[in-house]
């Protein structure tokens, strides 16, 4: 059994900063790909930020040097660094990490509960 735990949230000032964690724990052999997701009130979700399995790290335009995103390999803990946030960032953002529970299993996606990023004056 694996559970991620997506944390961080919370409502900021425009041009403020947060920074979202998302762990991955119990039956955790291996992970692979992780990512970060967002999605507003009446839109899709996108993809926010990734670090893929050859390791290059991609990111949505409009979050370019803005948003970092790393990992902890030893935790299975992502991060993702929110600065200079804008009221257009405000979403519930989520976390993907491709796990294999053990030796034998098949790498699949596992999702966090999301956390609410708002950002208002």
């Known amino acids: 059994q694996v559970e991620v735990v997506d944390s961080g949230g919370g409502l900021v000032q425009p041009g403020g900063s947060l920074r979202l964690s998302c762990t991955a724990s119990g039956s955790v052999f291996a992970v692979r790909e992780v990512a970060w997701y967002r999605q507003a009130p009446g839109k899709e979700q996108e993809l926010v930020a990734e670090i893929t399995n050859d390791g290059s790290i991609n990111y949505l335009d409009s979050v370019k040097g803005r948003f970092t995103i790393s990992r902890d390999y030893a935790t299975n803990t992502v991060f993702l660094q929110m600065n200079n946030l804008k009221p257009e960032d405000t979403a519930d953002y989520y976390c993907?990490?491709?796990?294999?529970?053990?030796?034998?299993?098949?790498?699949?996606?596992?999702w966090g509960q999301g956390t609410q990023v708002t950002v208002s004056s």
């Open positions: 993907s990490q491709e796990i294999k529970q053990d030796r034998q299993d098949q790498f699949a996606y596992q």
